[in-house]
């Protein structure tokens, strides 16, 4: 199975700061057919998860422009600028590339 | 409006079966795969089944692989989730999730299945 690894587990910032998640695969995620799919989603406290970003760099509709994911291969970065409130929550990432699924254990934003 | 709404949730004792539903709405239910995920109380996110447009092929990881089996009616736009032989690690709250083909994008509020004598 591909594993996951994130960092950090929990992140402290202020309002306004950037924030920066890293995702690591154990192995390439690739897709022979040219495509990597690794996803990032933020799971709001109460709620169900929310995608933001596909393809590793892909912003889904209708989300904000402060966030921005970035990476290739095995290693990948999902950025936050200027974090606002409504970002606070646990961040996954996910991959189905390669079967089973999997995702990373989260991280957690809180405000500093 | 995309809509997923799951039911079926509830107690249940190790060993018995449980069957979840998930009733989708707003979009053409037929032309896309559709997935189950879990996530434990206070823990992550776990892929636990996902099914063809067609219902065709299914896919499973080893956790729960020949104890759940997933499922659709087309004609209902309604997803199932048969779980049998549940155990105490099956504890979680339940999400259906379309598939789109680059991303999983919309999920449903989720269903809690506890298992527990």
């Known amino acids: 199975d591909v594993v996951m690894t994130q960092t950090p587990v929990s992140l402290s910032v202020s309002l306004g700061n950037q924030a920066s998640i890293s995702c690591r695969s154990s192995?390439?995620?690739?897709?022979?057919?040219?495509?990597?799919?690794l996803s990032w989603y933020l799971q709001k406290p109460g709620q169900s998860p929310q995608l933001l970003i596909y393809?590793?760099?892909n912003r889904f509709s209708g989300v904000s422009n402060r966030f921005s994911g970035s990476g290739s291969g095995t290693d990948f970065t999902l950025k936050i600028s200027r974090v606002e409130p409504e970002d606070l929550g646990v961040y996954y990432c996910?991959?189905?590339?390669?079967?089973?699924?999997?995702f990373g254990a989260g991280t957690k934003l809180e405000l500093k | 409006e995309v809509q997923l709404v799951e039911t079926g949730g509830g107690l249940v004792q190790p060993g018995r079966s449980l069957k979840l539903s998930c009733v989708a709405s707003?979009?053409?239910?037929?032309?896309?795969?559709m997935s189950w995920t879990r996530q434990a109380p206070g823990k992550g996110l776990e892929w636990v089944a996902s099914i063809t447009n067609s219902g065709g092929s299914t896919y499973y990881p080893d956790s729960v692989k020949g104890r759940f089996t997933i499922s659709r009616d087309n004609a209902q736009n309604t997803l199932y989730l048969q779980m049998n032989s549940l155990r105490s690690e099956d504890t979680a709250t339940y999400y259906c999730?379309?598939?789109?083909?680059?991303?999983?994008?919309?999920w449903g509020p989720g269903t809690m299945v506890t298992v527990s004598s």
């Open positions: 393809l590793a760099s």
């Open positions: 192995q390439s995620l690739l897709h022979s057919d040219g495509n990597t799919y």
């Open positions: 999730t379309r598939e789109g083909y680059w991303y999983f994008d919309f």
């Open positions: 707003g979009f053409t239910f037929n032309n896309y795969w």
């Open positions: 996910f991959q189905h590339t390669h079967l089973p699924y999997t």
